[in-house]
């Protein structure tokens, strides 16, 4: 059985006669606090960014992100990417999240929310919808799955959704 991990190093009490605490000890963290998110995003249909989206054809929502600097090395975690909606003139909203699982050593993720699974739906049969859409990002533990701390989001704008528009 082991014990809960204390909430200081100074709480920590080492029982073991082997380990005695050393009063000269010193150590050293020579690591550059250097750490960066880039995050980038994007709604791709045919090949490019849109902002006219036609639901009748294949769409998506881009997630594109790395994480950098000498001490992203040291950092283990999975990641938490959401997509949220905010139709304007109503009060339609949702949102969809997932988790990418991530492994040592990588420093760059990409995700796809396919637009098919997004459940949008266009209102207005003679106009379009348009929604607000941002892309939020937030490590994870890999244990506990709460928030370390590094976290983006990614406004992408008003992006108008239209179904079934013909020309007359």
Known sequence: MTD??????????????RYHRCETCH???????????RLDSGI???????????????WWVGVYWCLLGRLAKAICVDW????KFESMGDDREFEKSVIVTTE?????WNYRFRGEDLGIEVTDD??????RIVVVLSARDKCTRKPVGITG?????????YSGLTDN
């Open 4 to 17: 809960a991990v204390p909430q200081a190093i100074a709480e920590l009490e080492i029982d073991d006669e």
């Open 27 to 37: 150590t050293t963290i020579d690591i550059p606090l250097d750490l960066y998110l």
């Open 44 to 58: 791709f249909q045919n090949g490019r960014e849109v902002r006219l989206v036609d639901l009748n054809e294949d």
């Open 80 to 83: 938490c990417v959401s997509v």
């Open 104 to 108: 040592p050593c990588e420093r760059c």
């Open 126 to 131: 003679e106009c379009a919808d348009v929604y």
């Open 153 to 161: 989001f990614c406004d992408l704008g008003l992006v108008e959704f």
